[in-house]
């Protein structure tokens, strides 16, 4: 007897089972107050605001919005353990209990990647296998630096700066909290942060943690708040360095603040990053490349590649890859294992990137979305791409900061040199080429500061990170990241 076999029908979209992670093992409070000076502390004036899930819009935890007299309370309280036990203590003293916090951050890994997701949107793969063991990383990295440092900077005899401001924004929480705590502590400093407003329970949870690795009262304070409580801790008399990261628009409100005082400072600001495809690049390897550097975290990342370049020989090829592979990706609940695309991280960043979408087209640029239901609740944006751009369009100049591409493309080497320099930003860039001598002229002539060759966010703490031109001064990571908190 013989029968058919009825061959497999793939339509681009994989029919995957829930494969929802579990919330039974976190701890969120429903109220969170300041921490300052070791404690956590009720606001002077007693305001709160709400900290939402943007999947669901439901309410996670209301959280202290400090005031002027609180941000003076952090800033003395750093000052104090600056003066005192902080300052006098050795800093092979100093290494430990940052090695402390690392393995703390390792053992609640799980607890906070799932808070993470819930509090900002990403999908629970990216907190769970990348932001959480990248944050555990920095804290392991710099904790090896801080009896080192007259090594590292021989003949030069490093020392602290004093009392460092650090304002966060909401895109990597957790880890950006990391890469501006912990080489501030290794290199003997004292911390005031403000997280932003939107993402500030996992720097909360990291107070916790910094209580329970009993690291002296007054070296670590996380003041919680809005732009305005960012604002009072850049203008504070006391403030010896302010290290941002957030806006380009931001960055330049505080450097006009803090110029003519004696604050240093770091700035991590926006980019607008060049993707380029030679027509020589691994193609399968390549659209992979795209798709990470752009939808990954939803687009929401400084360093994301916003503008793709495809020489003209390949753009048909690519594109349709790119379309192809679009359509496979999941969008949905960040707490499922399945869901590549999660939630737009607030309303307003929605608002934003729906504005762009609407410019795009107007400007007569041809949109492509990835074809799926959008929850009812919550803020969402499939991932995008645009084709028929130019130069001279908004989505092409502006950072977007949601998961949208703007795609051109090119026929030599120069020609697209020039136009992935043709912006005011200068933060990261990708290349994908089979030959090694590109990469090397491509790199050589490019104003970024981080260029992949054949791959796309690789982030480690050993590697320093940073921009040029709009996108900021100071690097943070590597050894590189220990110079903006020393006087050399
Ligand atoms: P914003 O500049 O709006 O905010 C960043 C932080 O600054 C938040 O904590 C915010 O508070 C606070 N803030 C807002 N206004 C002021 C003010 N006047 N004075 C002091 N602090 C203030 O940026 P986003 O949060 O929207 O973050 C996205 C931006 O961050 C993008 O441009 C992105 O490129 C950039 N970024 C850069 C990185 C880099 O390494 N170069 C890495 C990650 C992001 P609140 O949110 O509570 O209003």
Redesign the pocket.
């Known amino acids: 007897m013989s029968s058919t076999i009825k061959p497999l029908e793939f339509n681009g979209k994989w029919d995957l089972s829930p494969a929802l992670e579990s919330t039974d093992h976190i701890d969120v409070k429903k109220q969170y107050e300041l921490f300052i000076n070791g404690e956590f502390v009720v606001p002077q004036k007693e305001n709160y605001f709400s900290s939402i899930n943007p999947a669901s819009e439901k309410k996670l935890s209301i959280i202290a919005e400090a005031q002027e007299v609180d941000v003076d309370n952090a800033v003395l309280s750093a000052r104090k353990a600056y003066n005192g036990h902080w300052g006098r203590m050795s800093a092979k003293e100093r290494g430990k209990y940052i090695f402390r916090i690392a393995r703390l951050i390792q053992e609640k890994a799980k607890e906070l990647a799932v808070i993470e997701s819930l509090d900002g949107g990403k999908p629970i793969r990216e907190s769970r296998d990348i932001d959480i063991p990248i944050s555990a990383a920095h804290f392991f990295y710099y904790a090896g630096w801080a009896d080192k440092l007259v090594y590292a900077f021989a003949n030069r005899n490093p020392t602290s700066v004093g009392v460092v401001g650090q ?6 929480p957790l880890m ?1 909290a990391a890469w501006k705590i912990a080489p501030a502590l290794a290199t003997g400093n004292t911390v005031v942060l ?5 993402t500030s329970l996992t720097a909360l949870k990291l107070a916790e943690i910094i209580q329970e690795a009993d690291l002296p009262p007054g070296v670590v304070n996380i003041v919680t ?7 009072l ?2 203008n504070h008399h006391d403030i010896d360095k302010i290290a ?8 330049k ?2 450097m006009k603040s803090i110029a003519g005082t004696n604050k240093k400072s770091t700035m ?4 607008k990053a060049a993707n380029i495809i030679f027509d020589d690049a691994p193609l399968d390897q390549a659209v992979e490349g795209i798709i990470n550097g752009i939808f990954f975290n939803q687009g ?4 994301a590649g916003s503008r793709l370049f495809v020489q003209e020989s390949i753009y048909k090829i690519v594109l349709r890859k790119l379309k192809d592979r679009i359509q496979s990706l999941v969008l949905g609940n960040p707490l499922d294992k399945n869901t590549d695309i999660g939630a737009i991280n607030s309303k307003e ?1 929605l608002k934003t990137i729906n504005k762009y979408l609407e410019i795009g087209q107007k400007e007569g640029a041809e949109i492509f979305q990835l074809n799926c239901d959008i929850p009812n609740k919550g803020f969402w944006c499939p991932p995008t791409l645009f084709t028929n751009v130019s130069q001279s369009n908004l989505i092409a100049k502006e ?1 977007i ?1 949601g998961p949208v591409l703007a795609i051109q493309t090119f026929r030599t080497i120069d020609e697209v040199i020039t136009k992935a320099n043709n912006t005011p930003f200068g ?1 990261s860039a990708g290349v994908w080429t089979d030959k090694g001598s590109k990469i090397f002229n491509l790199t050589s002539k490019m104003n970024a500061g981080v260029i992949w060759a054949n791959t796309y966010n690789k982030f480690d703490p050993t590697s320093p ?3 040029y031109k709009e ?2 001064h100071g690097r ?1 990571g590597g050894l590189h990241g220990l110079m903006p908190y020393l006087n050399l």
């Open positions: 304002i966060i924004p909401w895109n990597f950006m403000k997280p932003a407003e939107t708040g809005a732009g305005k409580t960012g604002s801790l850049v941002f990261t957030g806006s380009t628009d931001v960055g409100i505080i991590e600001l926006g980019g929401h990342v400084c360093c960043q950072e900061f933060l990170f940073g921009g996108s900021g943070e």
